[in-house]
């Protein structure tokens, strides 16, 4: 009864699930569909990366409206259309079809990080924070694993459109408990008197005075926020992790395909071991971030040596060439994975850590994410240009070791300091509630 924003946090969680494994869908049925079209892998390249495209447009337009319309309106609308638009691949026709279909799908997929960000500064204690906030970053190393497991044995059951309507079908019983259930801590009521009062005293910090807090202050304007040099280091940071991150959610499939001889069925089942095992390791090394790092520390951007830890681990994806044996490779392939999935749920758990306003969370979080995302869509397209011209994945991870060592660097020595409230703080009776 004492921890019921336990459900908030886990239908957060379940989105992310569902988001991912709908991107991983294609990247899971890429053989039979590159056979169904005619794909190279420079064509799959583009595919992987289309959705990213307009996810990275929609982006910070979402989180400057975030605030204004409702994190449950905005989460609920895009739920709907990616929910959609992956239920329309199944029913693609040709290269052009599934294309405009993955770009349906990252538009709506843009809402959920921008939103997720602002329910979590609502509901979410600051000592709560950084669990929570991996939680939710877990889905999307939950959701590929699910998710290839699932698709794999519906295109081997059935075949690759089936798969993706039934996935559409899985977001859109989603957004049904979401419009039930959700709504802003102080007026939901399945929620207890004294968890409530919990969420709204310590949301902000337990030691911090009411004054300190920048209640109902305007948001902070672009021009603000991207002249603070802890911004760019989040920006920057994020970057780095996304790239790794998506060379593995978009090409780990076809790399277990070419390494192992695998099956569509066995591909899924593989791809979904390291996936799994991460969730695990990320949220206990979340545990510990939490419980080692003090209210100080964490204000002042203590998280980042967490996160430059995990991009170092990350640099282990040098030795996976080198590997033969399954067991040893899929233990490469889980550290590497744990690393990139929890540097990354770090550093966005530093927007909420560091912005004063809270009304600044949700845009924040919008140009961390973009920046990820902006270096994170490349990422399937060089590896298809690397592969095509190489005939292997050794430089497409050499590249990715490279920019982890920079975003390391950058988290260092930027990700320092409080990203500043442009506005003066407001009277705390004008606290808005998205």
């Given amino acids: 009864m004492g921890y019921r924003r336990g459900w908030v946090a886990l239908l957060l969680f379940t989105v992310v699930i569902i988001n991912y494994m709908d991107r991983v869908a294609l990247s899971v049925a890429a053989k039979p569909i590159a056979a169904a079209f005619g794909l190279s892998p420079v064509a799959l390249g583009y595919l992987f990366s289309a959705f990213l495209w307009s996810y ?57 990080y921008p939103a997720g960000a602002r329910v979590i500064r609502d509901w979410i204690p600051e000592g709560e924070r950084g669990r929570v906030t991996t939680l939710f970053n877990s889905g999307s190393v939950a959701g590929p694993a699910f998710g290839a497991l699932l698709v ?20 859109l019983l989603w957004l049904v408990a979401w419009l039930i259930w959700f709504g802003p801590p102080e007026r939901v009521s399945w929620l207890s008197a004294g968890e409530r009062a919990k969420i709204l005293s310590e949301r902000h910090g337990r030691d911090l005075e009411d004054d ?30 996304v790239y790794t991150a998506y060379l593995f959610l978009t090409w780990l499939p076809t790399y277990l395909q070419s390494t192992l001889h695998l099956s569509t069925m066995a591909t899924g089942v593989f791809t979904s071991i390291p996936y799994l095992l991460t969730v695990v390791l990320g949220m206990t090394i979340a545990w510990v971030s939490d419980h080692l790092l003090p209210p100080s520390s964490v204000r002042s951007g203590g998280r980042r040596y967490f996160v430059v830890a995990m991009m170092l681990v990350g640099l282990l994806m040098l030795t996976a060439p080198m590997v033969h044996d399954t067991v040893m490779l899929l233990a490469v392939i889980t550290v590497v994975l744990t690393a990139a999935n929890t540097a990354s749920a770090f550093n966005l758990t530093m927007v909420n850590d560091l912005a004063e306003n809270p009304r600044d969370a ?73």
């Avoid at 459109?161 to 899985?170: D, E, K, S, T």
């Avoid at 109902?216 to 780095?240: E, M, Y």
């Fill in 212 to 241: 300190e807090v920048h209640h109902g202050a305007p948001q902070s304007s672009l021009a603000h926020l991207l002249s603070t040099s802890t911004i760019w280091g989040l920006v920057l940071s994020q970057a780095a992790i």
């Fill in 362 to 434: 949700a845009r924040v979080m919008s140009l961390v994410v973009f920046g990820g995302n902006s270096c994170g869509l490349i990422a399937p397209i060089v590896t298809g240009y690397v592969i095509q011209a190489t005939g292997g994945f050794e430089w497409a991870f050499r590249i990715a070791a490279g920019l982890l060592v920079v975003g390391a660097a950058l988290s260092l020595t930027l990700s320092r300091g409080r990203i500043s409230a442009e506005h003066p703080t407001a009277p705390a009776a004008a606290v808005a509630i998205a």
């Fill in 56 to 112: 990275v447009l929609c982006l910070i337009p979402i989180g400057l409206v975030v605030d204004r319309i409702g994190a449950k309106t905005i989460m609920g609308t895009g739920l709907a259309l990616w929910s959609i638009a992956t239920a329309f691949t199944g029913l693609t026709w040709n290269f052009g079809s599934i294309l405009a279909a993955r770009l349906a799908m990252g538009a709506g997929e843009a809402t959920s």
């Fill in 152 to 171: 794999g044995w519906l295109v081997s059951l059935f075949d690759w459109r089936a798969a993706f309507v039934f996935l559409g079908a899985i977001g």
